[in-house]
């Protein structure tokens, strides 16, 4: 049961974010039917969800959702952008109820009472109270009623589950204690299907029942409750009066006992009686009650500062097809090996390659099998931001219209969460600062509505990631004098506009006129391009004045695994990321060039690379301090590039990363460390930091300074 509780909180948070998604669909003076019935069936799988728990406050603000819900859709009410907005609280106040009940803590009762009351107030019709209700089924309807119903004293009802289900996470006992909850309710099971233990699948259910309900219900009450196994049973409901009544429960008494009769006779030792602190209801009382400790949230200190992340995440079918299918393989690739090994000589020599070769192959499909399990949809990240875009918007006075592409592109689960808060930073600035409000839209004969674009796809081994819009853009020349006023640029300089935009990442750094309770303050942007550092990514931006901006993103796809080049430097290994060398080369003297005694650089058509002396900063002895006599090998990281001078190419392999910041402590201009094969320790290089480190050893931040400075 605890992983079902568990269960059921990851399948309601999955639903309130398709009522949220569905809701910012919904067109203002329409009623779109399927639009509403999606958020309808959403709200009223969380009421049924929460009743198997009896998680009472869930399941009376959800039946208030859902009665508005309800009149909505049988055109009672129109849309609104009020009501949009207060279905937006009410899926809000579900998520921290739930919140609450997950981690254990305390939620703001005051709060949902007044959003409750707000509903109220809309209701056109009075509620009844919601009645609890099994695990919720992916279909909701009313059969229309077309004539007034009688109402009887009683009803029987035969209902006869189909075996399967048990397995669509339905439980007979919510049925009864719901209809239990309508009258006077008796239960007689008949066990004829029945099989041998040796026969009995747990998964199937083989009980069916006779139920009296005796009480002047609707039948749409009793549909109602029913309305979850839909499909999955056969039920009949025959209407009783006084004397029909009384006849059904002589029959059902009396197999009743025998029921009891034949259970007497089952051995003692079979019987175990489940124990029970709490007064139980007779009529229920041979069907097992849901532990008492389900109903009250777990006050366990570990869970809470593990909730908010995910922890599981759902795998495609094929992705695990595929993962049995590659093991199958390894356990042939083992057998054939073992049987080379246990009779080896020189003349199975080649049949040992081969299985080594095999092995190979089998172990790097099994690796890639693995990373892809690992691998989940943007989506996850995106479909949050229609929401933060519609409140954001309403509250700054701005229109807004946000698209969305590229949903499906997948990175590593562990990418994805870190890059939620640095992508709802740049969303939030493009708000702010770069879609301009309405009036000046139409001034400078741009529509009223402006557009934030998401958009994300694969490049080569790695993943892009783009936020645009088609606001003001940047406005270089306030940049260039906030850096001059701040220190940060002399008058006299002439920056280039990849250097006017580095400056919007250094801390503290802003051109706002005014400072909002959204942004002005100079913090966000050098932490957004921290975090995408820490990923092994970069940041570039792309601006046009009055036309607007675009931030791109380039991601590694995985954190743990990565394409290696292998170089050597004096006696030791270092490890560079493929994708960040240009080009590798032997140093021809006469291209070589002194700035200033300040740094070396090397001309590659026409381009001068500064040269940075792996071996001096490592304060290793080399194989040469003879720059013609080495290997220069041209990296890029952030936009820059320079050269990287080793003693000689190796080997290019895939590299297993281990962190160095886990297991020792952040080093700069290392970004982690690896096995090799032979058991030593090769540390990977961070291109990018070693970048930054060697202008800050020049006390300047770009190649541009360094050539000014020398030139000066």
């Not at 493929?578 to 005694?597: C, D, F, M, T, W």
């Not at 006599?629 to 895939?654: A, R, Y």
Request: glycine letters at 6%; hydrophobic letters at 40%; aromatic letters at 6%.
């Amino acid at each position: 049961m605890t992983e079902v509780r568990q269960l059921f909180f990851e399948e309601s948070f999955e639903n309130l974010d398709m009522m949220e998604s569905s809701l910012l669909d919904l067109e203002i003076g329409a009623v779109d039917k399927e639009l509403i019935n999606t958020i309808f069936r959403a709200a009223h799988s969380i009421k049924g969800g929460a009743g198997i728990f009896k998680f009472e406050h869930v399941i009376n603000f959800a039946h208030t959702v859902e009665t508005l819900l309800d009149e909505l859709r049988n055109d009672q009410h129109i849309v609104t952008q009020h009501l949009i907005d207060l279905l937006l609280r009410g899926v809000d106040t579900l998520r921290a109820l739930l919140k609450a009940l997950q981690t254990g803590q305390e939620y703001n009762p005051e709060a949902v009472l007044v959003c409750q009351q707000e509903f109220t107030a809309l209701l056109i019709t009075p509620m009844s109270p919601p009645p609890e209700h099994a695990h919720p089924h992916p279909e909701n309807t009313h059969a229309p009623v077309t004539a007034p119903e009688v109402i009887p004293v009683g009803w029987h009802i035969r209902f006869k589950p189909y075996p399967r289900l048990l397995q669509t996470g339905n439980d007979p006992i919510n049925l009864f204690r719901a209809l239990d909850a309508l009258g006077e309710l008796q239960i007689c099971a008949d066990s004829s299907q029945l099989p041998t233990f040796a026969d009995l699948d747990f998964q199937n259910c083989y009980l069916s029942w006779d139920l009296l309900l005796t009480g002047a219900v609707e039948q749409t009450a009793i549909t109602e409750i029913f309305e979850w196994v839909e499909g999955d049973c056969d039920l009949e409901m025959i209407p009783l009066d006084k004397e029909s009544l009384a006849e059904t429960r002589i029959v059902m008494d009396k197999a009743l006992e025998a029921s009891l009769a034949k259970l007497a006779k089952v051995p003692e030792k079979i019987i175990s009686p489940a124990p029970s602190e709490t007064p139980v209801n007779p009529k229920l009382s041979s069907i097992p009650i849901v532990n008492e400790v389900l109903e009250k949230p777990a006050h366990n200190e570990h869970l809470s500062s593990h909730i908010n992340e995910a922890s599981s995440i759902r795998v495609g079918i094929d992705k695990i097809d595929a993962l049995i299918n590659i093991v199958g393989e390894l356990v042939i690739t083992q057998s054939m090996l073992d049987q080379v090994g246990e009779d080896f000589n020189l003349a199975r020599l080649e049949q040992l390659r081969s299985g080594l070769a095999q092995l190979e192959r089998n172990t790097r499909e099994l690796q890639e099998s693995v990373m892809r399990i690992r691998m989940l949809p943007i989506s996850y990240s995106f479909n949050r931001f229609p929401r933060l875009v519609h409140d954001l918007s309403t509250q700054l006075g701005k229109k807004v219209e946000i698209k969305l592409s590229g949903e499906q592109t997948e990175l590593d689960k562990t990418v994805l969460e870190k890059m939620s808060d640095p992508l709802v930073h740049l969303v939030r600035n493009a708000l702010d600062h770069g879609i301009e409000m309405p009036e000046q839209r139409r001034a400078a004969g741009k529509p009223e509505t402006g557009i934030l674009k998401l958009h994300a796809f694969h490049q080569g081994g790695n993943i892009m990631i783009q936020i645009s819009d088609d606001g003001a853009g940047f406005n270089l020349e306030r940049i260039q004098q906030k850096a001059i006023d701040k220190g940060l640029l002399h008058p006299d300089e002439n920056p280039t506009v990849e250097q006017l935009y580095e400056f919007i990442f250094h801390p503290g750094f802003s051109t706002a006129q005014q400072v909002s309770d959204l942004s002005g303050r100079g913090v966000g942007m050098d932490v957004v391009r921290r975090n995408i550092r820490d990923l092994g990514g970069t940041i570039e931006i792309k601006s046009e004045i009055g036309k607007g901006s675009r931030f791109s993103i380039r991601l590694p796809l995985t954190l743990a695994i990565l394409d290696g080049q292998l170089v050597r430097v004096g006696n030791r290994i270092y490890i560079l990321s493929l994708l960040s060398i240009i080009e590798s080369l032997r140093i021809q003297p006469n291209l070589l060039s002194v700035l200033a005694g300040k740094a070396e650089v090397y001309r590659v058509r026409d381009e001068y690379i500064p040269i940075l002396r792996l071996y001096a900063l490592f304060n290793i002895i080399p194989s040469t301090t003879q720059l013609e006599q080495g290997i220069l090998v041209i990296v890029e990281g952030e936009g820059q590039k320079i050269g990287l001078f080793v003693d000689e190419l190796l080997s290019q392999q895939q590299i297993v990363i281990k962190s160095l910041e886990t297991n020792y402590k952040q080093i700069h201009g290392i970004s982690g460390a690896t096995i090799l094969g032979d058991g030593s320790v090769a540390l990977i290089l961070d291109v990018a930091g070693l970048i930054r480190q060697f202008y800050s050893s020049n006390r300047v931040h770009t190649f541009s300074e360094l050539s000014v400075g020398a030139m000066t």
